[in-house]
């Protein structure tokens, strides 16, 4: 059994509506996350009874279980939405894990809600194992990130392009609060509904920041911050989230919503892949101003509460949402350090990275495969012939590797302990957009085959390991296709 709380049900009626879930026909498990239902101190046994599919199918819940969409606004594609919501998604409620914390358990794909739009309210198999896997990736990665508990078939078909085959996902989060949920207050003058959902986040995320004399600045100022930190991390590992609307951005600093998201193989700072980014607004280089352009509408959002006088509450706001460009810097040039093995500071150190992001880019270099190798550079004989090969051009790569020689002269790491650290830095492993294609079409199948899913899961699960026999996983396609895109699944 599974015993939720309901803190969000505490809010006003209007911050959500109730809604059962429509039942499936045939539900049936497609993947469960062991190790995070062990971390929520769920009972697996139950999960994996009849019971527990009926629930993670939305046939079925536990008592007291909320049964809410969530109601928000949101800027997309810079476009503004006075109310958006929960179109497919419930959230279930609360549980605590074993390490004291909050998280919101809610299904994707459980049926169409108030908020749906005309849409059905159904996922597809194929979207539901891509967020399942990208997301289960990127916390392997270490990045901040909404989890996947469970993947449930439900023997209905949906229709897309075309029939395909029905599921719903198990989310956790820290919460769903988006920046678009302040939005949706903010924008019908609702300054009670603001305070009170302010205040919920604070306590929930940030209980510090009631201590401040301004705690609704150290909201902000927080969620700046931690999307700073957030959006460095996905540069650096160059995931691509394909639709940062202020919908998809949440006020905890997790990533959330995997859509259209990929990751990059050759480095080039304008690559899209999402289908419905016909503009390119949210590439790859783009993300680090769109985040920053996404909590200057939050900042917005909190004007009324930052201060009564209103020059004063825009002083306050331009004064916080000027931080993260600061911000976002010092946490990418702290990421890249590790990538390149630096321990200590010096002033030059972004300027040697970005040089040799330059030299990928010109040279059609693989981004993963490049740190990677650069790894082993100075402890494995081969591996520097095996780095120049990554170069189409390789030109300015020789005496790139002398001068981060030269800069490792002020580090004190041996050969072998800097590729430690390093590797740990440099993942072997990522979401490589061919295989998780790949994956999903065996999943979406007739026949509906799942080994390629849960051998490239496993892979997943241990990106920094050269994992014996996983070799496939840790390769770019042999041809990459310039139109790939990918698609919201909605």
Not at 67 to 95: C, K, W
């Amino acid at each position: 059994m599974l015993i939720f709380d309901t803190t969000y049900t505490n809010l006003p009626e209007r911050f959500f509506t109730r809604r059962a879930a429509d039942p499936v026909k045939e539900p049936r498990l497609l993947a469960l996350n062991h190790a995070l239902a062990a971390e929520l101190g769920l009972d697996l046994d139950w999960l994996e009874s009849d019971a527990g599919l009926a629930m993670l199918a939305g046939n079925a819940f536990p008592e007291g279980a909320a049964t809410i969409a969530m109601v928000y606004a949101g800027h997309q594609f810079g476009h503004f939405s006075p109310q958006l919501g929960d179109g497919r998604a419930l959230l279930l409620g609360e549980v605590i894990d074993r390490n004291g914390h909050r998280r919101d358990i809610q299904l994707k794909g459980s049926g169409p809600t108030p908020y749906s739009r005309r849409g059905d309210g159904r996922a597809a198999v194929g979207p539901v194992l891509r967020e399942y896997l990208v997301s289960e990736a990127m916390h392997a990665l270490g990045i901040p990130t909404s989890r996947s508990l469970a993947a449930v078939a439900t023997g209905e078909w949906i229709f897309r392009e075309g029939a395909v085959p029905g599921g719903v996902l198990t989310r956790v989060a820290a919460s769903h609060i988006r920046v678009g949920t302040f939005q949706f207050f903010a924008s019908r003058g609702d300054v009670e509904g603001l305070e009170a959902l302010a205040r919920y986040a604070i306590n929930r995320h940030y209980p510090d920041a009631m201590a401040e004399a301004n705690p609704f600045l150290g909201l902000l100022e927080r969620v700046i911050a931690a999307q700073a930190s957030l959006i460095a991390q996905w540069m650096n590992v160059v995931f691509i989230h394909g639709v940062m609307n202020t919908d998809n951005m949440t006020v905890s600093g997790e990533t959330i919503d995997y859509g259209p998201c990929a990751f990059m193989n050759t480095y080039d700072p304008g690559t899209v892949f999402s289908a419905i980014d016909r503009m390119g607004r949210y590439a790859y280089g783009n993300q680090p101003k769109i985040a920053h352009w996404n909590l200057a509408r939050l900042a917005e959002a909190l004007l009324p509460l930052l201060d009564e006088n209103a020059d004063s509450a825009l002083e306050k706001a331009v004064a916080a949402i000027n931080r993260f460009p600061a911000l976002f810097e010092a946490a990418t040039t702290q990421g890249l350090r590790a990538k390149l093995g630096l321990a200590t500071e010096e002033p030059g150190d972004l300027v040697l990275a970005q040089d040799l992001l330059t030299l990928m880019a010109a040279g059609n270099a693989d981004y993963t495969l490049t740190f990677r190798k650069l790894s082993d550079v100075d402890s494995e004989p081969q591996a520097l012939e095996s780095l120049r090969a990554l170069f189409a051009v390789t030109g300015g790569i020789d005496s790139w590797i002398a001068r981060w020689r030269e800069r490792l002269t002020q580090e004190v790491l041996s050969a072998d302990e800097r590729s430690k650290v390093m590797q740990r830095a440099n993942p072997a492993v990522i979401p490589r957009n061919h295989l998780v294609e790949e994956a999903l079409a065996a999943a979406s199948a007739e026949d509906a085959d799942l080994v390629p899913f849960k051998a490239l899961l496993a892979a997943l699960s241990a990106p920094f390991e050269d994992q014996p026999g996983a070799s496939v996983y840790a390769q770019p396609p042999k041809a990459v296709d310039p139109g790939y895109r990918t698609f919201c699944g909605t």
